[in-house]
C-alpha cells in the first residue's frame, strides 16, 4: 500500500488546512487510517483516527474540537480538516494505514500501523 499525503502549508494561528492522503490499494475500505505529527526533536504522535467505515474515530486531546478526520471509500481518500490552528500545530504530518478485519477497529499507537506516507509539513505562525 502507497500512501500519498498532500495539503501541508502554511497558516496563520487561527487559521485553517485541510490535508488529504491517497491510497494506493484496491481495498482500502478495509484499512483503519490514522494521522499522526512528528515536531522537530519530537516523537512521531497520534492526531486522529477513523475505522472502515468512517463509524468510529477518535482524536488525541490536542486535536479534539479542532480538527476532524473522515474518509472517501469510493476515492481512497482519507482527510484531515484541521481548524483554530495553532504554532504547537506545526509538524510534518503521516498518513498510516493497518488492514483490520473488524470494521469498528481505530487505533491510536504508531506501532499499530503498517504503512505509511511520506508525509507532509504544516506550519502555523503566531
Known amino acids: 500500500v502507497q500512501l500519498q499525503a498532500f495539503g501541508g502549508g502554511f497558516a496563520q494561528a487561527g487559521g485553517c488546512l485541510r490535508l488529504s492522503c491517497l491510497a494506493s490499494t484496491r481495498s482500502f475500505s478495509r484499512y483503519v487510517m490514522g494521522w499522526f505529527r512528528q515536531a522537530p526533536g519530537k516523537e512521531r504522535e497520534f492526531v486522529a483516527t477513523?475505522?472502515?467505515?468512517?463509524?468510529?474515530?477518535d482524536y488525541s486531546d490536542s486535536a479534539k474540537g479542532r480538527f476532524t478526520i473522515w474518509r472517501d471509500n469510493a476515492k481512497n481518500t482519507v482527510y484531515l480538516q484541521m481548524t483554530s490552528l495553532k504554532p504547537e500545530d506545526t509538524a510534518v504530518y503521516y498518513c498510516a494505514a493497518k488492514f483490520s478485519s473488524y470494521s469498528g477497529s481505530y487505533y491510536s499507537g504508531v506501532s499499530n500501523y503498517d504503512y505509511w506516507g511520506q508525509g507532509t509539513q504544516v506550519t502555523v505562525s503566531s
Open positions: 477513523i475505522s472502515w467505515s468512517g463509524g468510529n474515530s
